[in-house]
């Protein structure tokens, strides 16, 4: 191992951004910098990553001091701010802890359109990022499309045929893997100073509409899917209804997708090339990589 190594601390690392950053990072950066993955106490890495046995600290974002703790001697940070309603306030308290332990650099997951502040997501990380800047930390904004994954909640309308989605009057949007996500993450984290103080709206390679996406799931599953349109408030009562996500969640993706039709928001960019280098996922060949799951019967959320 290199003495000048730089040490990475990933949070969020039993999800999925901070899975596939970590991998990522082994794969392609392990000769240039020291990996450690944040977990809250108790919690344990992905079976997936149980091979590189990557070194673990733990931390809780309700608490600034653990991140503190966790993090010293780290030279830059994945702040993963979690699926929670006190997100903000867990955001901050992270930032805060970064500060305290004299981590130089901070890389944020955020989100599409956080700069609208229209609708929670946006009011929620739009405060965090403007908190970060102001920090005196140097920092990278990842704002991530709508992921793929969520194609997930769907499973069981496509078992059924259909593929519904708030897409009304031919609206369309560019969708992101999360494996994208976290390689755009662990190239800002293992070589920081390309990508300082600057925001980076992350999408896949192509602007969808619903038939499209649909006439994709059917083609890779090998039966007949038809595009069904639903209002914003529809998606949101059959997240809250099959319990994939608590109201306030549903309302936030909701709120989302009443934006998309004015063409602000989840709309490609080339800001993913950019950082990696690299085509990111289309669509069908993700759908074609989750063939197995979507075709699986279940009833529980991701
Ligand atoms: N889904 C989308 O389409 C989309 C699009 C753009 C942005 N985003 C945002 O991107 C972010 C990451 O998404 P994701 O899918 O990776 O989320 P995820 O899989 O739910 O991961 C969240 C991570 O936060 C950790 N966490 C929860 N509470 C914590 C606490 N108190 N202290 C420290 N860590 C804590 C979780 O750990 P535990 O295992 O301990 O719970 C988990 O590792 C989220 O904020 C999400 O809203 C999502």
Not at 31 to 55: M, N, S, T
Not at 158 to 173: C, D, Q, S, V, W
Not at 211 to 225: D, N
Request: aromatic content about 6%; charged content about 25%; glycine content about 8%.
């Amino acid at each position: 191992m290199a003495t000048n190594m730089r040490t990475v601390c990933v949070t969020g690392a039993s999800g999925n951004v901070g899975c596939y950053t970590l991998d990522c990072l082994t794969k392609e950066y392990k000769d240039r910098v020291k990996i450690i993955a944040g977990l809250r106490p108790g919690r344990q890495l992905p079976q997936e990553l149980g091979k590189y046995k990557i070194d673990t600290v733990n931390l809780d974002f309700n608490d600034a001091k653990s991140v503190a703790n966790a993090v010293k001697g780290c030279e830059s940070v994945l702040v993963v701010p979690p699926q929670d309603e006190k997100r903000t306030q867990m955001g901050k308290n992270a930032i805060d802890g970064c500060k305290q332990s004299g981590v130089r650099h901070i890389v944020l997951i955020s989100i599409a359109g956080a700069d609208t502040g229209k609708g929670i997501f946006a009011k929620q990380f739009l405060e965090i990022e403007e908190y970060l800047k102001k920090s005196g930390l140097q920092w990278t904004i990842l704002r991530p499309n709508f992921f793929m994954e969520n194609i997930a909640m769907l499973k069981e309308p496509i078992r059924k045929g259909e593929l519904p989605h708030p897409l009304k009057n031919n609206a369309t949007f560019a969708p992101i893997a999360v494996e994208d996500v976290g390689r755009a993450a662990a190239t800002c984290l293992a070589d920081p100073q390309r990508f300082v103080n600057k925001i980076f709206t992350l999408s896949g390679p192509e602007e969808l509409n619903g038939t499209r996406k649909a006439e994709i799931v059917s083609r890779v599953l090998g039966k007949p899917i038809k595009y069904v349109d639903l209002e914003p408030k529809e998606l949101k009562d059959f997240i809250v209804s099959k319990k994939f996500m608590p109201e306030w969640q549903a309302q936030g993706i909701a709120e989302i997708y009443e934006e998309v039709p004015t063409g602000r928001v989840q709309k490609r960019t080339d800001d993913l090339m950019q950082i990696t280098g690299k085509q990111p996922i289309n669509f069908e060949r993700f759908v074609m990589n989750m063939k197995n799951e979507l075709i699986t019967p279940t009833t529980e959320a991701r």
